[in-house]
């Protein structure tokens, strides 16, 4: 990999005269395949595509950044051109080589034949990482951010209790009771940074491998790996995780996401409930649940947390990740009262990961009534673009199968066996950044591996939304030949 800051001028006359380019820092990076100049070519759209160089700026004269990369003179001259016959940078006598001001490219087919390869560009960002960044409730933040600095006491803005602010625990142990059937005590509540932080708390805290669902999050399975804690994949079939694989006695906790199965979609089937809590009470063991994004059911009212059936034998775990932005980084844990201590030891002396000033206004937002107000505009707007997923590939593709419930800012499309990596492909070519089932398969699975698309619906805007659904219309597969 060639890699280089870009910042100097060329040579001393030009050094005399005002440049633009000279106060440009430029991170450029010729790494991947490809001769140097396309490596070149492909890092400087990159840095246009994602505004690092704005319309308008003017670039490193060809020998300075030939100098500054390493790379023959030529190399950037011909990519320097190149870009220009794309429309991606403008070349004017004396004023240099500019990024050009409208930065689509003019000729996108050339483009496509000079790189030899597709382009990459990210159109439709489908993964089912986050909610519509658009629709974080900015104005009733800001007023709950007022409200809550103005009532604040002096020593609010001291070293943080590792606990959390008790404005926020006690607005959560009323919220959680009412919406999502916790039954809890705000003394019982750990505010962490979201579920990936509760995860770590709790690692330090467990014993013995934990049982997992065979599908899940690798990232969440790392985490625990990280701390020493083997995982143990169980089946995970249309009534959600079979309880009854728990392979052996060591096996003392079992991470579910009961409310909505984290990718496959479906919720933990009532008797499977009641199963995992006489396993944890026969057993001595622990539930830890993910309720991630259980405030999102579309067809009925959202299921109950499995914490309201036994609080001394789950660790229930939410997050604001799905619910309002997974930047705020703001989550609880509501622990079984012999656990507090322990996790609160695990977490250290004082506040280190949330801020008290998001603390104050996430309680504030809970108890004046917006946070309700909030997830029920966004139901309807999830909701909205389910259906009109579900609705598009009934009409244009009916021999794909959306598996799971309504629900959650996500759905898995059942694809034929063997054609997850083509379609992965075309949906690139497409322009669409979505991921497949595989990677969430935990590697020691038994189950027969699955071929899918998971689909997350909450991240493109509203006015976006259908062309992603076209463009994830022409990356599926086409029809089995007898379907036809
Ligand atoms: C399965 C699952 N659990 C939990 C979370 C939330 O994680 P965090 O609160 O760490 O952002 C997510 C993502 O939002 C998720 O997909």
Same mark, same amino acid.
């Given at each position: ?8 001028? $060329? ?13 440009? =820092? ?50 950037? +001259? ?6 220009? #016959? ?13 990024? &050009? ?19 990459? *560009? ?15 409730? !900015? ?8 409200? +809550? ?6 020593? &609010? ?27 809890? #005590? ?16 709790? %690692? ?32 995970? =079939? ?5 309880? =009854? ?20 979609? %479906?919720?933990?089937?009532? #008797? ?17 649940? =993910? /309720?991630?994004?259980?405030?999102? !059911? ?18 229930? @775990? ?10 705020? !980084? ?46 029920? *505009? ?17 009409? *244009?593709?009916?021999? @794909?199968?959306?598996?799971? @419930?309504?629900?959650?800012?996500? &759905? ?28 969430? *398969?935990?590697? /020691? ?9 998971? @689909? ?5 805007? $509203? ?22």
């Amino acid at each position: 990999m060639v890699e280089a800051w870009v910042n100097s001028p $060329e040579s001393p006359r030009e050094r005399s005269r005002p440049d633009p380019a000279a106060g440009t =820092d430029l991170h450029l990076e010729l790494s991947g395949e490809g001769s140097l100049r396309s490596r070149l070519m492909d890092a400087l759209r990159e840095a246009i595509r994602s505004g690092r160089l704005a319309p308008g700026t003017r670039l490193p004269p060809y020998r300075s950044l030939a100098r500054d990369l390493g790379v023959a003179r030529n190399t950037v +001259a011909d990519a320097y051109a190149e870009l220009v #016959e794309e429309g991606w940078l403008t070349a004017r006598q004396g004023s240099g080589t500019q990024v &050009a001001r409208r930065t689509t490219p003019l000729r996108p087919d050339h483009a496509r034949r000079s790189q030899g390869m597709p382009r990459r *560009r990210i159109e439709h960002d489908l993964m089912p990482s986050s909610p519509d960044a658009a629709a974080f409730p !900015r104005a009733a933040w800001l007023t709950s951010a007022r409200r +809550a600095l103005a009532a604040a006491p002096n020593d &609010a803005f001291g070293v943080g209790d590792p606990r959390g602010r008790a404005e926020l625990r006690g607005a959560l142990a009323e919220y959680l009771a009412r919406a999502r059937g916790v039954r809890t #005590e705000p003394d019982r509540i750990v505010i962490c940074s979201g579920f990936a932080h509760g995860l770590r708390l709790l %690692g330090g805290v467990l014993e013995g491998p934990v049982a997992v669902e065979s599908y899940g999050l690798d990232f969440h399975r790392g985490i625990l790996d990280g701390m020493g804690l083997r995982t143990v994949p169980l089946t995970v =079939d249309p009534h959600g995780a079979r309880i =009854d694989e728990v392979p052996d006695a060591r096996v003392k906790t079992v991470l579910l996401t009961p409310a909505h199965q984290f990718p496959t979609g %479906g919720p933990l089937h009532p #008797e499977r409930r009641t199963a995992v809590i006489d396993w944890v009470r026969s057993s001595g063991g622990l539930l830890v649940e =993910d /309720d991630y994004d259980g405030e999102f !059911r579309y067809d009925r009212q959202p299921v109950g947390a499995v914490q309201g059936l036994d609080p001394d034998r789950v660790v229930y @775990i939410g997050s604001t990740s799905k619910s309002l932005s997974p930047a705020l !980084r703001l989550g609880w844990m509501v622990l079984p009262g012999r656990l507090v201590d322990d996790v609160l030891a695990a977490k250290g002396p004082r506040e280190m990961w949330s801020g008290v000033v998001d603390q104050l206004t996430l309680a504030d937002f809970i108890a004046r009534g917006a946070y309700d107000q909030h997830l029920r *505009r966004m139901r309807q707007r999830y909701r909205r673009r389910r259906d009109l997923l579900v609705d598009t590939l009934a009409e *244009r593709a009916p021999h @794909i199968r959306v598996s799971g @419930i309504a629900a959650g800012l996500h &759905a898995v499309l059942e694809l034929p066996e063997g054609t997850e990596d083509a379609a992965l492909r075309a949906a690139r070519r497409q322009g669409l950044a979505l991921d497949g089932l595989r990677p969430y *398969r935990h590697p /020691d699975s038994t189950m027969p591996p699955r071929d899918g698309l998971v @689909i997350g619906y909450g991240t493109p805007p $509203e006015h976006a939304f259908a062309a992603a659904m076209d463009a994830l219309c022409l990356a599926l597969p086409d029809p089995p030949q007898d379907d036809r």
